[in-house]
């Protein structure tokens, strides 16, 4: 099994690309639920947030894998022959380090910002409802989100680092010249939107209308900033009377017309107004950027917001490489052992079974045995079994990754006859065999990823 890493990012493509592979979660769930209908594909996690869209694939082969997972996006876009130039990938150790960076932060428009670990979290929980990770993937995002929380905990990655809607809200103080007794206005209702919001009363806006297709959600967050809830239709009346527009929906279509907003600006008499669009896809047409008295702003252009922090945070950076380099290596120790899981499995199942056997045998030839007495006889039964097997599992363990591993793997197939049941069993023999492979191979892939996150 390979892993394969296929995406973009806002160093690679710029924001009119990155829109049209923005999904939302309904669309992800379409497209995972057919992942079977791709060659090659045995797991897919999709993440897809305002600044990257990347697909972190387990593949049977590295080519056949790439061109599904390709055609994948393509079928989720809608058409997307012309995103090659824009695509990078990753495969095997560089997918693990990059997804890792990612949960860390590290490969963030901002550095050190806090959402996207959640958003990570949201990716992998989207897949696993799918039912498309498997051990790989899981294991994989297991310990990204591990990563990416160890790095936040032992590093000041994130000491004042500024997130997207703080940036956007210096961005029109720095225009304006101070927002102090400003008015805004808000287009959307949700997590951006509130940090927004919050952002602006810091900076002495008095007063904020919230609009939002669905009023409740508006009067939601108008009641925890102290603004006022408005009609969704009615939004650009008020606008009239406000400093600063932002705006952050999921509208997969722009939410602000370009001749509405020179409506706008004639009822306005030409005084100044900012546009902040930190939605992907856009809420406002671009074409409203040229109409006078207007500055509009996507999100693409908040990266040149000087960051005083910036420095600090970017040699707290260097130990969560460092934090990010032993986690990569770590989870590499662990997959070199996943080919053995299966032997490993079949090897201590079939000893169990022999021991288990034998023991019920001469229990019943020697009834008068104490009830410690039996205790001990149950004991060093599974003490022999352990350490006969401590040496085969050993010489499995560090022949993984070598050029021995396929020798040794038949030899001990061939040597315990592991393939045998599968091979002449009765069909319910069979079932009940890969059954108990399955569930043992489940329990060690447990084990390794050390639990849920």
């Not at 380090?97 to 428009?109: C, G, I, N, Q, T």
Request: aromatic share 6%; proline share 2%; glycine share 8%.
């Amino acid at each position: 099994m390979r892993l394969l890493t296929l995406g973009l990012n806002h160093r690679t493509a710029p924001i009119d690309v990155r829109e049209r592979v923005s999904f939302s979660r309904e669309e992800l769930r379409t497209g995972l639920q057919n992942l079977g209908d791709y060659d090659g594909v045995s797991g897919l996690v999709v993440l897809s947030t305002c600044n990257r869209t990347e697909l972190y694939a387990a593949v049977e082969d590295l080519a056949e894998g790439e061109r599904s997972v390709r055609q994948f996006l393509c079928d989720l876009a809608q058409g997307g022959d012309d995103l090659d130039a824009y695509l990078y990938t990753y495969t095997d150790d560089a997918a693990i380090e990059h997804l890792f960076r990612v949960a860390s932060s590290l490969d963030s428009l901002v550095l050190g910002e806090g959402q996207i670990l959640s958003q990570v979290k949201g990716a992998y929980a989207l897949a696993r409802e799918a039912g498309v990770t498997g051990t790989i993937l899981n294991l994989l995002f297991h310990r990204a989100i591990a990563t990416g929380k160890r790095v936040r905990t032992e590093t000041r990655i994130a000491y004042r680092s500024v997130s997207v809607s703080y940036a956007a809200v210096e961005l029109a103080a720095a225009s304006l010249g101070g927002l102090g007794g400003c008015g805004a206005l808000i287009f959307g209702a949700g997590k951006m939107a509130e940090l927004t919001a919050e952002h602006l009363r810091a900076h002495g806006i008095e007063t904020i209308y919230v609009a939002n297709r669905h009023i409740e959600r508006a009067r939601g967050l108008a009641e925890r900033i102290g603004g006022e809830a408005i009609p969704f239709d009615r939004a650009m009346d008020y606008a009239t009377n406000v400093d600063v527009v932002v705006t952050s929906t999921g509208a997969p279509h722009y939410v602000i017309k370009a001749w509405e907003a020179r409506r706008l600006m004639t009822r306005r008499q030409g005084r100044k107004i900012f546009f902040i669009d930190i939605a992907v896809p856009r809420d406002v047409d671009p074409d409203v950027a040229g109409i006078k008295g207007i500055e509009l702003y996507n999100i693409d252009a908040l990266e040149a917001v000087v960051d005083e922090h910036l420095g600090e945070r970017q040699a707290e950076a260097v130990k969560a490489q460092k934090i990010v380099e032993e986690e990569v290596a770590a989870l590499q120790e662990r997959f070199k052992y996943l080919s053995f899981q299966p032997l490993m499995a079949l090897l201590s199942g079939r000893c169990e079974r022999i021991r288990a056997r034998e023991i019920k045998r001469v229990s019943a030839k020697l009834p008068d045995l104490s009830e410690e007495e039996g205790r001990q006889v149950e004991h060093m039964s599974r003490m022999i079994v352990r350490k006969i097997l401590r040496i085969p599992m050993m010489k499995l363990r560090s022949s993984a990754g070598t050029k021995d591993e396929a020798f040794y793997i038949e030899a001990m197939r061939s040597l315990f006859k592991l393939d045998a049941m599968g091979e002449t069993g009765t069909s319910e023999q069979r079932h009940n065999h890969y059954r108990y492979t399955s569930e043992q191979v489940g329990s060690v892939a447990g084990e390794l990823c050390g639990g849920g996150h």
